[in-house]
């Protein structure tokens, strides 16, 4: 990549104002101005890394007993004349131009598969969202060789689910169910079975409302709204997560692996997931999720997959990997 570059700014700095007329003035003092200006372009941005949880004692996952489910543009490639221009303005001139330097093989790293992985299909925004978490916050993960998505925004019909190599850029899909929200009998969060998340939270000031008086209210830290009133019960949990090893449930969930678990545990990393664990949110398999086409059923809050497919991804997944649940709707 640094040898194209600098042939870009041989063009750049030496053809170019010939081409076009331009003074032989530049602006540009060095080829370095240039590489370190466009490495500031185009660094991604950095976001504050989320809040180390609390651990959590896993009570057991919430069987479901849902009902069955049913079955490039043209782009201008005129290179631009430049009129003396600045470090600054030539190195987003020169990004900008029809020279297009690979923005993904600048950053390398967690992005090297970038392009890779939207090419199979992953959303840009979770993706994005995903890989930028995982760079800030690479300690808080033991296992770094996969990352996993669940795209809510997405009906169940499609496999909404993604793990993506970070070894070999390669995706697997899968078909995720989502919670159904279910309390005092209606199921808010796909209350007319659709196969699209409609809600992740209930409604109801008591709900999400703590007040000195509320019981485990803590003045000195900010108080979520998870702890009162169950209000994202049977809730699918929105955000970044670790997922951690499998456990026997104790229900009669399929088994994962010869030693009979049948559940992997997940650990919420942020206000609005910070209950997962101890509400007994786990990954399992489960018969009311079916095939790409169908509307999956609805689970109590746990990512379910269909008999057989979970536990080849989980195998690769637990052990303290990124899981990101992306429902957008939720919000």
């Known amino acids: 990549m640094k040898k194209k570059l600098k042939v870009y700014q041989l063009i750049f700095i030496f053809i170019l104002p010939i081409l076009c007329g331009c003074p032989e003035t530049t602006g540009i003092s060095t080829s370095t101005d240039v590489t370190s200006q ?4 185009l660094s991604p941005p950095s976001i504050n890394p989320a809040e180390d949880p609390v651990p959590r004692v896993l009570n057991g996952a919430e069987p479901s007993q849902d009902e069955n489910a049913d079955s490039s543009a043209n782009t201008d490639r005129s290179l631009p004349c430049l009129d003396n221009p600045t470090g600054l303005e030539a190195a987003t001139a020169l990004a900008n131009s029809g020279l297009e330097i690979s923005e993904t093989a600048e950053r390398g790293g967690v992005f090297k598969f970038y392009d890779k992985f939207l090419s199979q299909g992953v959303a840009k925004k979770p993706l994005e969202d995903a890989l930028k978490y995982f760079k800030e916050n690479q300690d808080k993960f033991e296992n770094k060789n996969v990352i996993s998505i669940a795209d809510y ?75 009162t009133n169950n209000c994202r019960q049977n809730m699918t949990r929105t955000g970044f997560m670790k997922v951690k090893n499998p456990y026997p449930s104790g229900q009669n969930f399929p088994a994962l692996d010869s030693a009979g678990n049948n559940g992997v545990r997940i650990e919420g990393l942020e206000w609005r997931n910070r209950d997962a664990g101890s509400k007994g949110v786990v990954f399992h398999e489960r018969w009311y999720v079916r095939g790409e086409g169908s509307l999956q059923g609805r689970s109590f809050g746990c990512p379910a997959f269909p008999p057989d497919k979970g536990a080849p991804l ?15 709707q939720c919000n």
Do not use: W
Not at 178 to 183: I, M, N, V
């Open 38 to 41: 466009l490495d500031e372009i």
């Open 153 to 227: 925004s997405l009906n169940s019909k499609n496999k909404r689910f993604y793990l993506l190599d970070m070894k070999t850029g390669k995706v697997t899909k899968e078909v995720v169910a989502h919670g159904s929200g279910k309390r005092d009998g209606i199921r808010v969060g796909d209350p007319d079975h659709d196969g699209m998340l409609d809600k992740c939270l209930h409604e109801g000031p008591a709900c999400c409302l703590m007040t000195p008086s509320s019981p485990g209210y803590n003045a000195s830290t900010f108080n979520e709204c998870v702890q």
């Open 314 to 328: 989980l195998k690769k997944m637990k052990g303290g990997s990124l899981y990101y649940s992306y429902a957008p």
